[in-house]
């Protein structure tokens, strides 16, 4: 076990060393890379998630999610083998994006609504895709039509449904003690989120600044694991490292043009799907890497979740495995679907509405155009927040003396 150790620490610091190295000898595609990966966590990550992840803060504080959970107790217990308070995480997750799943099923653990099992079964399967990126940035942005968006979506949610079913096998004999009534009504669903708030105490005050200050932490972690792995793609393009990884491919029979795509969509799943639909390669075959990729979720986005879970003891094992079974089933679930889509017209499997091009390109421009000022605004609300705390915190100890 000790040589194991002193081994691990060795490629550990050599890696560092090396990437150290690199920032050195390629210190402008390092910036570009890193300012890539700015704009991006500037200009959308950052205001798309920050109204999710302040709304769910407070609906945890006001008791709304205890509530919501004694309601659907008897929808997600059956299905997932989690608590109902596990259907606000998964329903959150799906609509803004990863890794918001992670983060509020980490609060659930730390406010004792759910067992270390039921922790590690629901982050497997609430880390999704938000639709805005699926239709706005793939469909529409990288693919050119927004009627394969609703393929994307089928088969990534479809697969990100039978992870959740499988993972209720999942030391599926412990649960927690806790469970909701047998007659969940609405009264009782009211009665169980009034006394939720009345536990957790917090003046509205506090409750809307400790939200500001909680999402703006972690979305601030977001943006340095993206800018992180923006830069390490890069520089494995620029020592021709990539080149090397990629070969590893070959014995999969992938063809070669796919290489290159895949490796950076292992690391950063955004460039790599820009990387795919590059290509001249079968539509299917590229739809079914991207979906790949969508349920694996890249090694960035993993990071960022590794992050959140590291200040609890939920382990982060199942979530990684079930990345590998949710990739798989969404690409084998694009064959089915993408055969209907050949056989049937489009009108008779698709939906009577759906997005223009011009209509999610508005909706992305405005992400673009009010973005960054809603990100200084926040910031430097966090900052004000965070001082006047400060200030009283000295004030009490002054008193104390």
């Given at each position: 076990m000790q040589l194991i150790s002193k081994l691990k620490t060795l490629v550990l610091t050599s890696l560092t060393l090396l990437f150290a190295i690199a920032l050195i000898v390629y210190p402008q595609a390092a910036l570009k890379a890193s300012l890539r990966g700015l704009d991006l966590w500037w200009e959308v990550v950052f205001p798309s998630l920050l109204p999710f992840f302040i709304t769910a803060e407070l609906m945890i504080g006001f008791g709304l999610?205890?509530?919501?959970?004694?309601?659907?107790?008897?929808?997600?217990?059956?299905l997932f083998n989690v608590p109902g308070c596990g259907g606000f995480v998964w329903v959150m997750g799906m609509?803004?994006?990863?890794?918001?799943?992670?983060?509020?099923?980490?609060?659930?653990?730390k406010n004792g609504q759910v067992s270390r099992a039921e922790a590690e079964r629901l982050v497997a399967f609430t880390n999704a895709s938000s639709p805005l990126f699926i239709f706005g940035a793939i469909a529409v942005g990288f693919f050119h039509s927004a009627k394969?968006?609703?393929?994307?979506?089928?088969?990534?949610y479809g697969g990100n449904f039978l992870v959740g079913i499988g993972m209720r096998y999942y030391k599926k004999d412990e649960t927690s003690l806790e469970r909701a009534s047998r007659n969940p009504g609405l009264r009782n669903a009211f009665d169980t989120m009034h006394s939720s708030r009345l536990q957790d105490g917090r003046s509205i005050g506090k409750l809307m600044g400790d939200a500001v200050t909680k999402s703006v932490d972690t979305l601030l972690m977001v943006g340095g694991?993206?800018?992180l792995f923006s830069v390490m793609t890069e520089l494995l393009k620029q020592t021709g490292m990539i080149h090397l990884v990629s070969h590893g491919l070959t014995w999969l029979q992938i063809p070669y043009n796919f290489h290159i795509p895949i490796v950076s969509g292992m690391l950063e799943m955004t460039t790599g799907i820009g990387s795919?639909?590059?290509t001249s390669e079968p539509l299917l075959a590229q739809l079914m890497l991207v979906s790949f990729l969508l349920g694996f979720h890249g090694f960035s986005i993993q990071a960022q979740?590794?992050?959140?879970?590291?200040?609890?003891?939920?382990?982060?094992?199942?979530?990684?495995?079930?990345?590998i079974a949710h990739g798989t089933i969404a690409a084998l679930l694009m064959i089915g679907v993408y055969e209907i889509y050949e056989r049937w017209s489009l009108e008779s499997?698709?939906?009577?509405?759906?997005?223009?091009?011009?209509?999610?390109?508005?909706?992305?421009?405005?992400?673009?155009?009010?973005?960054?000022?809603?990100?200084?605004?926040?910031?430097?609300?966090?900052?004000?927040?965070?001082?006047?705390?400060?200030?009283?915190?000295?004030?009490h100890y002054q008193r104390l003396s």
């Open positions: 999610v205890h509530g919501l959970g004694a309601l659907s107790e008897r929808l997600m217990r059956p609509a803004s994006g990863y890794p918001a799943g992670a983060k509020w099923t980490a609060d659930l653990r394969l968006g609703f393929l994307i979506a089928l088969c990534h694991f993206i800018m795919i639909t590059a979740i590794a992050s959140i879970l590291a200040s609890t003891d939920i382990s982060f094992k199942p979530y990684a495995m079930a990345r499997i698709l939906p009577l509405w759906e997005p223009t091009q011009d209509q999610i390109r508005s909706l992305m421009l405005f992400f673009e155009q009010n973005g960054p000022p809603v990100t200084i605004i926040m910031l430097a609300s966090m900052m004000f927040i965070k001082v006047k705390r400060n200030r009283e915190k000295t004030t």
